[in-house]
């Protein structure tokens, strides 16, 4: 079946400290990947995507992530986290040929003065 | 300018009522969804139209009829409203591009939070 899980329901990093989000798929076809941030009262806002080429792919905000075929991983880092990357992420899967994406539960980011 | 936006921002009302929530994009896409998000924020597909025809119909109530006068609109119409319809719904939309090597994300409107009493 296909599916994304993300463990990590609530993450919690002080600001400056870094930050990695985990992400797991099960999918019968070549993945294509995102990572969204959804802040408080908003909509999903795209981090970045991998669909082919270079496994490590840089996203805006500083945020990169890293596709693990090996592993079916695609987890999101970041090197030094700001009090405004507060959110919710979500990790999301598709395929070529279909319209349908299927995203993870989420992940709630919490960020420490 | 608003790429997806959405009315209204928060609907509340009461069980068995019947109500709308419009999606516009000015994005100039082909395809357009309507997600659920629950409370506990898992985000759930219901519809999505490609060029004003229906290509995915989830396992969704035939009390939500989604509408699509055209490319630019996706309207979503809820009927006999019930308590377990309370959540935030998200329209998106995306370039449709579904072939060879292409991968095309979504982008998503502010969300309506629907909440019936």
């Known amino acids: 079946a296909q599916s994304v899980t993300q463990p990590d329901i609530h993450i919690t990093v002080s600001e400056g400290a870094s930050l990695e989000l985990r992400c797991n798929y099960s999918y019968g076809a070549t993945p294509y990947l995102f990572w969204y941030v959804q802040s408080p009262g908003q909509g999903l806002q795209l981090l970045l995507k991998?669909?082919?080429?270079?496994?490590l792919v840089q996203g805006i905000k500083g945020f990169e992530a890293e596709f693990k075929r090996s592993q079916s991983s695609f987890n999101l880092r970041k090197p030094s986290v700001h009090w405004s990357d507060a959110a919710e992420y979500f990790c999301a899967v598709t395929a070529s040929g279909t319209y349908k994406y299927i995203f993870g539960t989420g992940t709630r980011l919490k960020v420490l003065a | 300018d608003t790429a997806v936006s959405q009315t209204p921002k928060y609907l509340v009302t009461q069980m068995g009522n019947d109500k709308s929530i419009k999606c516009e994009q000015n994005l100039g896409h082909d395809t357009m969804y309507w997600y659920k998000q629950d409370s506990k924020k898992f985000l759930k597909i219901m519809f999505s139209?490609?060029?004003?025809?229906?290509?995915i119909n989830e396992t969704v109530p035939n009390r939500f009829s989604p509408k699509s006068p055209d490319k630019a609109h996706l309207n979503l119409h809820i009927n006999s409203l019930e308590l377990g319809d309370s959540a935030v719904y998200f329209c998106?939309?995306?370039?449709?591009?579904?072939?060879?090597?292409?991968?095309?994300?979504?982008?998503f409107g502010p969300g309506t939070r629907l909440t019936v009493l």
């Open positions: 991998y669909f082919s080429g270079d496994t």
């Open positions: 139209y490609n060029n004003k025809e229906l290509i």
């Open positions: 998106a939309s995306s370039q449709e591009g579904f072939r060879a090597g292409v991968a095309n994300e979504q982008f």
